[in-house]
């Protein structure tokens, strides 16, 4: 099919998009009476309209039977995390056993590195990629302090080549190689948060892992966005948080995976708290931490049932939408953005906008980054003040995420027309 610039063309893939309508399912933020166009789900995702009632139904259960909710809430609140699991499994392709919602993410990031990051005298090292999400830079640095090493030495960044936008994965790879001597552990993101590059996953497990490392992925940027099939890719662990593209509501809670060869071994070290003692035995209260041998082993505290009852809300929204119909979209979206981007700099004498996103398919999710050539300030305040919820990065990146449960097709082409409008008038 030949994607066209119009407006009925994109109505047309609307009238013929099997989603369509659970745009209906969220609160959508409104400007001055009607819908903003909400490109910022990579950001905060929207709410489900269900949520409100899933919470009430803890508070209702709270409200009724105190300490005894623990047992007999309608969703028992001592497993409630459970409850997640298999859904989660779902979104990141491993088993069941080998995820659980826990913490925030940057939480997960350290609490993961006390296990997996073990360096001595000759392995000490961390591949990452350079300008990663600054919390993962301060998480990396202070372990890699933490246990004597200076991050200079210790912390090797993978940028793109100079005059490139995108990180290279042969140039991951090659790294690797270089430095499989004396590398512990190779971190990075599964979709960088600045481009929307998607990495090669498995590519980087796999070279990682004959270098001697460990490897693991953050997924901030990943779930909820792009397939995963984490246990497949043999991936050794990952986390993420939930409030980007999987809609559990701002500070909502984070999720781990833990490949299984890992999850099952009790005795790997960690720091434990008694949610990760062995369910049978946990209410003796006995000295001596015995570890659930899954996922569950790594928690510390009991469940933030209300964050965690806002994710099940969320969670439910995309088991009824099915993820298969939801990747299918989320290609034609971000394909329809590309191609009417790149029409903004058809018939210009140079072009307007860049594309820092990758166009190969494969290596891009719902983000679309546009390096803004021209009037990018004044573009982004056209947008703002006609509703459209965008990301500014200076000095001149848009950033937006269509997303397919609540992103049409006549959104992106509403912000195609906005920015053309304002390249006229400036
Ligand atoms: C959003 C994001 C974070 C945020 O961390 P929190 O601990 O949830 O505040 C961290 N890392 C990356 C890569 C992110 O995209």
Same mark, same amino acid.
Request: net charge negative; charged share 20%; aromatic share 10%.
């Given at each position: 099919?030949?994607?066209?610039?119009?407006?009925?063309?994109?109505?047309?893939?609307?009238?013929?998009?099997?989603?369509?309508?659970?745009?209906?399912?969220?609160?959508?933020?409104?400007?001055?009476?009607?819908?903003?166009?909400?490109?910022?789900?990579?950001?905060?995702?929207?709410?489900?309209?269900?949520?409100?009632? %899933?919470?009430?139904?803890?508070?209702?259960?709270?409200?009724?039977?105190?300490?005894?909710?623990?047992?007999?809430?309608?969703?028992?609140?001592?497993?409630?995390?459970?409850?997640?699991?298999?859904?989660?499994?779902?979104?990141?392709?491993?088993?069941?056993? =080998? +995820?659980?919602?826990?913490?925030?993410?940057?939480?997960?990031?350290?609490?993961?590195?006390?296990?997996?990051?073990?360096?001595?005298? =000759?392995?000490?090292?961390?591949?990452?990629?350079?300008?990663?999400?600054?919390?993962?830079?301060?998480? *990396?640095?202070?372990?890699?302090?933490?246990?004597?090493?200076?991050?200079?030495?210790?912390?090797?960044?993978?940028?793109?080549?100079?005059?490139?936008?995108?990180?290279?994965?042969?140039?991951?790879?090659?790294?690797?190689?270089?430095?499989?001597?004396?590398?512990?552990?190779? *971190?990075?993101?599964? +979709?960088? %948060?600045?481009?929307?590059?998607?990495?090669?996953?498995?590519?980087?497990?796999?070279?990682?892992?004959?270098?001697?490392?460990?490897?693991?992925?953050?997924?901030?940027?990943?779930?909820?966005?792009?397939?995963?099939? *984490?246990?497949?890719?043999?991936?050794?662990?990952?986390?993420?948080?939930?409030?980007? %593209?999987?809609?559990?509501?701002?500070?909502?809670?984070?999720?781990?995976?833990?490949?299984?060869?890992?999850?099952?071994?009790?005795?790997?070290?960690?720091?434990?708290?008694?949610?990760?003692? =062995?369910?049978?035995?946990?209410?003796?209260?006995?000295?001596?931490?015995?570890?659930?041998?899954?996922?569950?082993?790594?928690?510390?505290?009991?469940?933030?049932?209300?964050?965690?009852?806002?994710?099940?809300? &969320?969670?439910?929204?995309?088991?009824?939408?099915?993820?298969?119909?939801?990747?299918?979209?989320?290609?034609?979206?971000?394909?329809?953005?590309?191609?009417?981007?790149?029409?903004?700099?058809?018939?210009?004498?140079?072009?307007?906008?860049?594309?820092?996103?990758?166009?190969?398919?494969?290596?891009?999710?719902?983000?679309?980054?546009?390096?803004?050539?021209?009037?990018?300030?004044?573009?982004?305040?056209? *947008?703002?003040?006609?509703?459209?919820?965008?990301?500014?990065?200076?000095?001149?990146?848009?950033?937006?995420?269509?997303?397919?449960?609540?992103?049409?097709?006549?959104?992106?082409?509403?912000?195609?027309?906005?920015?053309? &409008?304002?390249?006229?008038?400036?």
């Amino acid at each position: 099919m030949n994607n066209q610039d119009t407006l009925s063309f994109a109505q047309s893939l609307d009238q013929q998009d099997p989603l369509r309508s659970f745009r209906n399912t969220f609160h959508i933020p409104q400007l001055q009476g009607k819908d903003v166009i909400y490109f910022t789900g990579n950001s905060l995702g929207l709410q489900p309209k269900r949520t409100a009632q %899933y919470i009430q139904q803890e508070l209702e259960d709270w409200a009724q039977l105190g300490v005894e909710g623990h047992f007999h809430a309608r969703n028992p609140w001592m497993p409630y995390h459970e409850i997640l699991s298999r859904q989660l499994a779902a979104v990141v392709g491993s088993k069941t056993s =080998e +995820v659980v919602a826990m913490n925030q993410l940057t939480v997960n990031l350290h609490l993961l590195m006390v296990t997996f990051y073990q360096p001595t005298t =000759e392995r000490y090292k961390i591949i990452c990629e350079a300008k990663a999400f600054p919390s993962d830079q301060y998480a *990396l640095e202070s372990q890699v302090r933490y246990h004597g090493f200076s991050p200079d030495d210790a912390i090797v960044e993978i940028a793109p080549r100079p005059g490139e936008t995108i990180i290279r994965e042969e140039d991951v790879v090659t790294a690797i190689e270089q430095h499989k001597d004396h590398l512990a552990l190779v *971190l990075m993101g599964g +979709v960088n %948060y600045y481009t929307g590059q998607v990495f090669d996953m498995p590519a980087i497990t796999k070279a990682g892992h004959r270098a001697g490392a460990i490897v693991g992925f953050d997924l901030a940027h990943a779930v909820g966005n792009i397939e995963l099939q *984490l246990h497949d890719w043999d991936v050794d662990f990952a986390t993420w948080c939930s409030y980007k %593209y999987l809609n559990s509501g701002p500070g909502g809670v984070s999720g781990v995976y833990i490949h299984e060869r890992h999850a099952t071994n009790i005795n790997l070290p960690r720091f434990a708290g008694w949610w990760g003692y =062995e369910k049978e035995t946990r209410f003796k209260m006995d000295k001596g931490f015995k570890a659930i041998p899954t996922a569950e082993g790594w928690q510390l505290s009991n469940a933030p049932v209300l964050s965690m009852a806002a994710h099940k809300a &969320s969670l439910d929204v995309f088991e009824e939408a099915g993820w298969e119909r939801i990747h299918a979209k989320r290609k034609l979206l971000s394909g329809y953005t590309h191609f009417l981007m790149q029409q903004i700099n058809v018939g210009q004498s140079e072009p307007l906008i860049q594309i820092l996103t990758p166009a190969d398919e494969s290596r891009r999710g719902c983000q679309v980054s546009l390096l803004m050539l021209k009037n990018g300030k004044s573009i982004f305040e056209a *947008l703002t003040k006609q509703g459209v919820i965008a990301d500014w990065r200076e000095p001149n990146v848009i950033r937006i995420a269509p997303v397919p449960l609540y992103n049409s097709y006549e959104d992106v082409w509403r912000f195609s027309e906005i920015i053309k &409008s304002t390249l006229n008038n400036a």
